[in-house]
Structures are given as structure tokens and as C-alpha cells.
């Protein structure tokens, strides 16, 4: 069997870093329209003065473009989209019925 060292190794850049692939430019063009979305719903939030759901859409943009542009967080990539639709489609509609329920 032959031996490599780790000296003869070069580490490989991700495909989402390399700007010689398209890998980092479909990321850059896809966190572009997340980003876009994201403060067109902070500027409409703002208008309608809906407090809470700004505070959230600017804390989750926040931590969207850390986890996507960061090289340590690499497990979130895979668990921040799945508790973003838990929040949205679980935890705020239960929240929003016990309001209308006791508010109504």
C-alpha cells in the first residue's frame, strides 16, 4: 500500500467557494433573492408597523447571510431552513390562534 502525508494533499476549495465553478455563483444569485425578499418584507412590516415580525425577518436575514457565508457553520446550512418553517408554520399560527382565541 503506498503512503500519502498530508503534505501532498491539497485541500480542495468547496464548490460554493471556488469562483472558477458556477457553484458559488448559483449560492451568490440564490442568497441574492433571499435577501431581496427579505427586505421586501422587512420594509413591509415596517410600513404596516408589525413590530414582532420585523424583529424576526431582520434576525433571520441576519443569521441566514452568516450561516450561508460562514465556513463553520456548515451543520445550520442543513437545520436553519427546517426551523425557520417550524417557527413560521407551527409556533406563529398556534401563538396566532391562542390570540384570537383569548382576544376575540
Request: overall charge positive.
Amino acid at each position: 500500500m503506498t503512503e500519502t502525508s498530508t503534505e501532498e494533499r491539497k485541500p480542495r476549495l468547496s464548490h460554493a467557494r471556488d469562483l472558477s465553478r458556477p457553484g458559488f455563483y448559483v449560492k451568490l444569485v440564490l442568497m441574492a433573492l433571499v435577501n431581496a425578499f427579505g427586505i421586501y418584507g422587512i420594509m413591509a412590516s415596517y410600513a404596516q408597523e408589525q413590530w414582532g415580525i420585523l424583529i424576526f425577518l431582520v434576525a433571520t436575514l441576519v443569521v441566514a447571510d452568516y450561516i450561508y457565508f460562514s465556513k463553520r457553520a456548515l451543520p445550520a446550512k442543513y437545520l436553519f431552513p427546517g426551523l425557520i418553517f417550524l417557527l413560521v408554520y407551527q409556533i406563529f399560527v398556534m401563538g396566532m390562534t391562542a390570540y384570537v382565541a383569548f382576544t376575540n
